[in-house]
Structure formats: structure tokens, C-alpha cells
């Protein structure tokens, strides 16, 4: 864990522990990390999903911030919608404008809360489509760092307390073969002992990937995450702390031989941690 990311860390940490508590009681967070015990009654999602290009989306015509949109989303298997090309932002935008003016504030979910300036999605998929309004991102208030979609159907970087509306998109993760696996741990010497230990098996030339974030499914439910790879001759060949969403780990690397790949689930220091690694293996 580094020093620029501690600010991310104590904000996500104390976020998402009232995230959590608040989804597991279904009672939805009226807004930022602000507890409400009571179930949003004006949170209205607009029809039912509707797919486009395999994923399914859903438009939700109730203001939220975009720390609330995004745990809204996550609640019910969803993230916040990721842009990928000029296609889906087209056939987001005659969505939009008929549920919504034209010009109505829709939270996306582009941010750049773990570095500022680097732009990414919530569901991990490369950052390459952007369509800013002409002068965004401009950081005007310094703490600019979530998208919305709303200017003359372009882009604008915007405080995340503020209030829109919001898209949620689901992967289709079966066609993705992502699987994944959670793990508890502890006093683990930054993963070199007393960690948990799960089998990915490989081809030579495949690509596999595995994250407590940075890919669809990854999460951590607390503390400060570290993971390592060990080749099938048990030789490590990967090791990340902290890629993305401040302490959490993402791993990718290219099987040089047909085996098993043991992933390492460990933690920062010897502290105790808790992630959910979601892992793809390519072609
Ligand atoms: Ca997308
Ligand atoms: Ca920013
Ligand atoms: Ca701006
Ligand atoms: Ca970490």
C-alpha cells in the first residue's frame, strides 16, 4: 500500500463497510457513505434489464451519487456500465433520451478515484472509448473523478457526491469463463507464508488474469490484498499489491508451460484480509 493511495484506502474501507452492512440489510445508502436504515422508496430501476450486444443493462431513474449508484449496482450481481466503443455509447444514448430528457446527468462507471488522471472502469475493461465534452476532464474543483454523461451526450469528469442518474451493465460472464474464489487471511509476510492457495490450470500461450480487482467478479471485503503466481515448477513468476481501487491486487501473465498455476491469496505486511480473486484464462 502506498502513501498516495491511503486517502482511496480509508475512504473505501470506511465506504465500503457501510456499503456492505447497508446491502446486506437491503436498505440502499441515500447518498455517499451516509448511512440510511431505511429502504429508498423513491429508487425506481426503469423497466426491466434490456440486452444489447449480450450484456444486460438496466437505467435507473432515481438520483444517486455515484459511490451509492456503483454499491447499488454491485448489490445485485451488475456493475456501473463501462462505454467500450462508439456502438454501445450510440445505442446507450437512444436509450437515454427515452427515458430522460435530453441532457439528463447519467452516472457511468468511469472514474479516477485510485490515481488521479488515470481514467478507468469499475468493471475492470480497458479504458480505450472516451467521449469528453471539448475541455474535460478538467479536475475544475480539484476532486473531480467520476463520469457522467450528460453534456450535449458527452462526458464530463464530476464530484462523485454529486447526484444522477445511473446505467448498470451485467457481463456476461459465462461466455467470459471467469470464475473466481475468496479467500481469509493473515500474518502472511506480504504473501510469502500462510496463504491461501487455489490451482489455475493452463496451457503454454494462454493469458491468465486474477484480481481483487481490475476484472468483473474481483473485490476486496476488507484490508490490503497481495497476490502472487507460481509457475507448475513452483517458481513465481507474478506479484502485485496494489494495481488498482488503492490496496487491491491484479495479476496477468502468459503460461510458459501446460500446468498448474497456483495462485497465492496474501495480504500487505502481516495484516488480515478477506478478497474475492475473479480469474480468467484466456486463449
Ligand atoms: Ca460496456
Ligand atoms: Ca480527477
Ligand atoms: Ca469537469
Ligand atoms: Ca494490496
New binding site residues.
Partial sequence: MSNESAIWSFRSRACRALMVMAVAAWALPSGGCDMDPEPDPTLSVHSSAISYNGHDYLFVTSPKDWYSASYYCESIGYELVSVNDSYEESWLHQEQIAKAPYDTKWWIGGNDIPYEGTWAWNDGSPFTFVNWWPG???A?YSN?DCIVDGWGQQW???ACGNQAYFICEQPNVSSRNLNSFTYETGATSNATTNTYQYSIYASAGQVVTAGTCGIFGGSVVYGDTWLRVKNPTGGEIASNDDSCHGTASNISFVAAATGNYTIHGGCYSNNSCKGTVAFIVGP
Avoid: A
Fill in positions: 474535460q476532464p478538467d475544475k473531480e464530463n469528469d464530476w
